[in-house]
């Protein structure tokens, strides 16, 4: 909506309240046209904020503008705008460089050149299902490839720092699914909301070809053996669901070596919880950087031990791909060169290059068609043009990630399975679960941040286990290279510094290059109750019931968060931070989901509590199988994705003999 007269100054008299002028320009400048862009086109459904926030600002001075809810929003949006436009940068001390976009090239096919059968459909091209594709491919089957996403340049996926798929901005990523078209159902403290996509609600991952990995910070580590059989190690919690898995460490062993070899990782050391790897990662490290220097002589004070983050970025120039050029904008974007490994630039290239493998895009699976003995015969297809058709299969691998799997398996009810295909159990979204974050901020006296990329250098696994009164523990490590929007909102978010005036753009000049932050995942425990269901009442733009996410977080979480975001609070202490924040997990209210969602179709040997066999074939389906974290018991203390593209491997391979 275009702004009016009046609007427009207002706006621009809170930009110039909000971060003022001084040696350096205000948000003045170019404010009216960054919100007017975000109304058109990014966020139409803030008009009425918008204009709500404009009202209260009118007239009004700064500290009654934050008081208010919508005020302080706007102010923040304000600030989001100001510090990731170019123009600031120079400000905050932040720098990146420029480098010439280098993008793996994949032959995508146009929907009107799908053939009317494949032996078998797989639906999402992410890690699990771009590593089962390779393998389904390689072992002469034909197959197709479903992704509903675009296949975006790289330049698109790298430019932007607000509309990124891990800005908190609010502003719609190159890489969501139909901002506008695919809404969600949160339920938080009971409270239903339909929200889209860049909204924290809507529990989002990256719709592309490659799914997250193609924006991921690609941190590649092993779930551990206990991580394999929580409820042997720690019993059940009262309200949790934790179990183990039906599979142990050793299974997927060879498949974690296989994964690391194929798509690439770099790193060194060996965590304390497993034993060395079966085979050596096929490249050393990135060299450490300078904020990994002062952790480690921290960490070995303290009496920790560390290890170099494994990543799934080449350290060096690996299987046709450069090394990395430590950039510095690594999670949330594309590799400018392509270092970063993703199924799209090493598993779907090899599956293409079969000659049995065909790629679609922006396409939506929206159900499993079965016959009349229940068996499934085909997917349903549907696009955003009007097309629509049913591919004929002998076999599908859903992998679409722990809310869209599951949605497409409740989607395809039927006369024998009227709950939903899979379902005869109320299985089917059960046990969603993703990653309650720990961590700590700090401040330093001196400049600690480097800006070397991808950040990620350093990390302790000494609590990922064995913490008294702890039911697991996590990993922690230092944190991507932020930008300045993201290190706006980690400074202001932790109240290190005001959110605006004089003061706050002071702060933020002097701290932006002062700040660490030391953080990882925990181990959930789980419940029943977190869930992903279909809402009938809510459709996307093509009728199709969209998903509603409810549950709440366990408050065994709720302590593991506290015990490792005090670890992260002491190593940032003992590293020389003269100020510290750690964050909380909110509202217990709300359930677990985001970049690591997992578990809402979880594995096991009982149909009456889980909805695949241990090699991922749906109960009652000799045919369908999922490959993607939605299996997942447990989702470690760790990052998923290697244990995703591992398990994948494992049952693709199964699947071929």
Aim: with cysteine; proline share 6%.
């Amino acid at each position: 909506m275009p702004l009016s007269e009046q609007q427009r100054i207002v706006l621009e008299r809170l930009a110039e309240l909000a971060v003022p002028a001084d040696e350096y320009p205000s948000a003045e400048a170019g404010v009216v046209e960054f919100v007017e862009r975000v109304l058109a086109e990014d966020r139409p459904d803030w008009g009425g904020r918008v204009s709500r926030a404009l009202e209260v600002a009118a007239g009004a001075g700064l500290e009654e503008v934050l008081a208010d809810g919508d005020g302080a929003w706007l102010v923040r949006l304000v600030a989001q705008g100001y510090y990731a436009d170019s123009a600031a940068w120079g400000m905050v001390g932040w720098r990146t460089g420029s480098f010439e976009s280098v993008q793996a090239e994949l032959v995508v096919t146009p929907r009107s050149g799908l053939a009317d059968r494949y032996d078998c459909v797989v639906v999402g091209s992410g890690a699990g299902g771009g590593a089962a594709a390779q393998v389904l491919a390689e072992s002469g089957r034909s197959v197709l490839v479903v992704e509903l996403g675009r296949y975006p340049t790289t330049d698109s996926l790298s430019r932007d720092h607000l509309r990124n798929p891990r800005s908190v901005s609010g502003l719609p990523a190159v890489t969501d699914p139909d901002p506008a078209g695919r809404p969600r159902v949160s339920v938080v403290d009971g409270v239903r909301r339909e929200v889209l996509p860049p909204d924290g609600g809507w529990g989002n991952n990256a719709f592309t070809v490659g799914g997250g990995t193609r924006v991921y910070g690609a941190q590649a580590w092993r779930f551990v053996p206990r991580d394999f059989r929580m409820a042997t190690t720690y019993g059940v919690p009262e309200g949790s669901a934790l179990a183990d898995w039906p599979i142990s460490y050793d299974d997927l062993e060879p498949y974690y070596s296989l994964a690391e070899q194929r798509f690439g990782v770099s790193g060194g050391g060996v965590d304390p919880w497993h034993d060395a790897r079966s085979i050596p990662l096929p490249m050393p490290p990135l060299p450490r950087t300078g904020p990994a220097d002062r952790l480690a002589a921290a960490a070995e004070r303290l009496g920790w031990g560390t290890l170099d983050v494994p990543l799934l970025i080449n350290s060096v120039d690996y299987q046709g791909r450069a090394g990395c050029v430590r950039c510095g904008q690594c999670v949330g974007f594309a590799c400018p060169v392509d270092a970063k490994s993703g199924t799209h630039n090493t598993a779907l290239p090899v599956a293409l290059a079969t000659g049995n493998c065909t790629l679609v895009t922006e396409t939506t699976a929206e159900r499993l068609v079965t016959d009349s003995a229940g068996r499934v015969t085909g997917v349903a297809l549907v696009a955003s043009d009007g097309w629509r058709r049913t591919i004929s299969c002998g076999e599908v691998v859903v992998a679409a990630g722990a809310s869209e799997t599951p949605r497409l398996l409740l989607n395809s009810a039927h006369d024998g399975e009227p709950q939903g295909l899979g379902n005869n159990q109320d299985q089917v979204g059960r046990h969603l679960q993703a990653h309650v974050y720990a961590g700590a901020v700090g401040l330093f006296d001196d400049e600690v941040a480097d800006l070397v990329g991808p950040g990620a250098s350093i990390a302790t696994c000494d609590f990922r286990h064995g913490n008294d009164g702890i039911v697991g523990g996590g990993m922690l490590a230092n944190e991507f290279v932020p930008t300045p929007a993201a290190t706006y909102d980690y400074l202001t978010g932790a109240g290190l510094i005001p959110p605006a005036g004089a003061a706050g753009k002071q702060a933020m000049r002097r701290e932006a290059r002062r700040m660490l932050r030391v953080v990882g995942p925990i181990q959930e425990v789980s419940s029943a109750e977190s869930r992903v269901r279909v809402d009938p009442s809510v459709v996307d733009r093509f009728g199709n019931p969209v998903v509603e996410i409810s549950g709440s977080i366990h408050p065994e979480d709720v302590r593991a968060q506290a015990f490792m975001s005090a670890k992260a609070k002491a190593w940032l202490e003992e590293a020389g931070a003269v100020r510290t924040a750690v964050g909380g997990v909110g509202t217990l209210g709300r359930a677990s989901s985001g970049q690591h969602q997992a578990g809402s179709c979880r594995m096991g040997n009982d149909p009456a509590s889980s909805v695949t066999d241990p090699y991922g074939r749906v109960w009652g389906h000799d045919n369908v199988w999922i490959a993607d974290a939605s299996l997942h018991v447990t989702n470690g203390g760790v990052n998923p994705v290697l244990t995703v593209l591992a398990n994948s491997l494992r049952i693709a391979t199964h699947l071929c003999t």
